[in-house]
């Protein structure tokens, strides 16, 4: 077994209002099949796209799996939300997340 890390992963979430927005990005195959694997955050960039507003709520989550047509491949997925006190996710919010996927791969044949 090997553990293998992959380039860092850039989400670029376009203004959006009314719902937790969503992406999915595929790493660079690894240099084995990915028996193993975690997404981890390494930065990101928040904003609200019409003025200045309390936060309420910040929410970035990443989940990371195995590409089941290709095992040496991993989708990682992130939610991403800004959300003030007015009750709804009625303001535009904008940014980008950056994650870095670590996995346990089999040797490279």
């Known amino acids: ?3 293998e890390f ?6 670029s979430f376009d ?4 719902r937790i927005q969503q992406l999915t990005l595929r790493t660079a195959p690894f240099r ?3 028996t193993r ?3 981890l955050l390494k930065g990101f960039d928040i904003t609200y796209n019409n ?3 309390h936060v309420l709520r ?4 990443l989940d990371a799996a195995v590409d089941p047509a290709h095992p040496t491949t991993v989708n990682v997925t992130a939610r991403f939300l800004l959300r003030d006190s007015s009750g709804n996710i009625d303001d535009p919010f904008s ?7 670590i996995a346990q791969t089999t040797a490279a044949g």
Request: hydrophobic share 40%; no cysteine; charged share 20%.
């Open 37 to 39: 694997v975690q997404a």
């Open 1 to 3: 077994m090997a553990m």
């Open 6 to 11: 992959s380039e860092q992963l850039n989400f």
């Open 32 to 34: 084995g099949n990915v």
């Open 15 to 18: 203004p959006t209002a009314g």
């Open 58 to 61: 910040e929410e970035i989550d």
């Open 95 to 101: 940014g980008t997340v950056r994650a870095v996927v």
């Open 51 to 53: 003025g200045d507003h």
